[in-house]
């Protein structure tokens, strides 16, 4: 199973050939951060911040740990990157051209957005500071065909997409190629599993109601013979009673094949003895 941060790794190796693509991105990750503060887990993504903005030559500090506010506190485990809020000036996404939208979306999942691959199906959130942000993504990702959700937990405004195919839209339009393979992975194996199932469950119920059938015709047989009625009936029919009773187990077609007649032949001959120990019992 691919992990998340393959993913991200995956995303974080991409270097926009375009100056404008590198300030999109540049803007998403300050989207996707608290005010101008990048605070991120994944090296990798602290790295593309440094990098987006030194090829734009945005001043930037280097990463450095974020210091814990009290013993135990995870913060510990981040890379903090101040970035220079003013890359965003005059840049919005209505302007922006598709290339520059893409971009965009790479930023913020990078900087607030996290990607999951388990059984139950794949799962992608943006976890943001305010409403206004959420909302904003949520009606981007619309326009380009990525329906999402916005929920709010412990105070932050989350946009989630859940369906397969948005999200493998999303991974699509953002460069994510190893996660749109595991995502048709999952899929197919899904669907392999799914169709085997179906067809597993067809051969039980065959198998149960050739069973039932088999008992059926095993019992007409024995009432018959009981009454001496098996030994006056037609060749064929004591024939097949016989094949029945030696083949208790088997299908019509296995039968059939013994018999050297066809299959329909003998359903007719095993109805028939049934239907003549029904009428004797009446």
Same mark, same amino acid.
């Given at each position: 199973?691919?992990?998340?941060?393959?993913?991200?790794?995956?995303?974080?190796?991409?270097?926009?050939?375009?100056?404008?693509?590198?300030?999109?991105?540049?803007?998403?990750?300050?989207?996707?951060?608290?005010?101008? $503060?990048?605070?991120?887990?994944?090296?990798?993504?602290?790295?593309?911040?440094?990098?987006?903005?030194?090829?734009?030559?945005?001043?930037?500090?280097?990463?450095?740990?974020?210091?814990?506010?009290?013993?135990?506190?995870?913060?510990?485990?981040?890379?903090?990157?101040?970035?220079?809020?003013?890359?965003?000036?005059?840049?919005?996404?209505?302007?922006?051209?598709?290339?520059?939208?893409?971009?965009?979306?790479?930023?913020?999942?990078?900087?607030?957005?996290?990607?999951?691959?388990?059984?139950?199906?794949?799962? $992608?959130?943006?976890?943001?500071?305010?409403?206004?942000?959420?909302?904003?993504?949520?009606?981007?990702?619309?326009?380009?065909?990525?329906?999402?959700?916005?929920?709010?937990?412990?105070?932050?405004?989350?946009?989630?997409?859940?369906?397969?195919?948005?999200?493998?839209?999303?991974?699509?339009?953002?460069?994510?190629?190893?996660?749109?393979?595991?995502?048709?992975?999952?899929?197919?194996?899904?669907?392999?599993?799914?169709?085997?199932?179906?067809?597993?469950?067809?051969?039980?119920?065959?198998?149960?109601?050739?069973?039932?059938?088999?008992?059926?015709?095993?019992?007409?047989?024995?009432?018959?013979?009981?009454?001496?009625?098996?030994?006056?009936?037609?060749?064929?029919?004591?024939?097949?009673?016989?094949?029945?009773?030696?083949?208790?187990?088997?299908?019509?077609?296995?039968?059939?094949?013994?018999?050297?007649?066809?299959?329909?032949? $003998?359903?007719?001959?095993?109805?028939?003895?049934?239907?003549?120990?029904?009428?004797?019992?009446?």
């Amino acid at each position: 199973m691919l992990l998340a941060g393959e993913v991200k790794g995956e995303l974080a190796r991409i270097h926009p050939a375009r100056a404008c693509c590198r300030r999109a991105e540049l803007v998403g990750l300050l989207a996707g951060s608290e005010g101008n $503060v990048l605070r991120t887990l994944d090296h990798a993504t602290a790295r593309t911040a440094v990098h987006l903005a030194s090829a734009l030559g945005v001043a930037v500090e280097p990463p450095r740990p974020a210091t814990p506010e009290r013993r135990g506190d995870r913060s510990r485990h981040h890379l903090i990157v101040e970035l220079d809020p003013s890359v965003s000036d005059g840049w919005t996404w209505e302007s922006a051209a598709a290339c520059d939208r893409r971009s965009f979306l790479r930023g913020i999942l990078l900087a607030s957005g996290s990607i999951s691959f388990t059984s139950s199906g794949p799962h $992608v959130e943006f976890v943001l500071r305010d409403r206004t942000t959420a909302d904003g993504l949520r009606t981007h990702l619309a326009g380009l065909g990525c329906r999402a959700l916005v929920a709010e937990r412990r105070g932050r405004h989350v946009v989630y997409l859940k369906g397969q195919e948005e999200i493998g839209a999303l991974l699509r339009l953002v460069g994510a190629n190893r996660g749109v393979l595991e995502l048709e992975t999952h899929r197919v194996g899904r669907d392999v599993r799914s169709r085997l199932n179906r067809l597993l469950n067809a051969e039980q119920a065959n198998l149960a109601r050739t069973v039932e059938a088999a008992g059926r015709q095993l019992a007409a047989i024995a009432s018959l013979e009981r009454r001496g009625r098996l030994a006056r009936l037609a060749e064929p029919l004591r024939e097949t009673a016989a094949f029945r009773r030696r083949m208790p187990d088997a299908d019509l077609d296995t039968l059939a094949t013994a018999l050297g007649v066809s299959r329909s032949a $003998v359903n007719h001959r095993l109805r028939r003895l049934v239907e003549l120990a029904n009428d004797q019992e009446d």
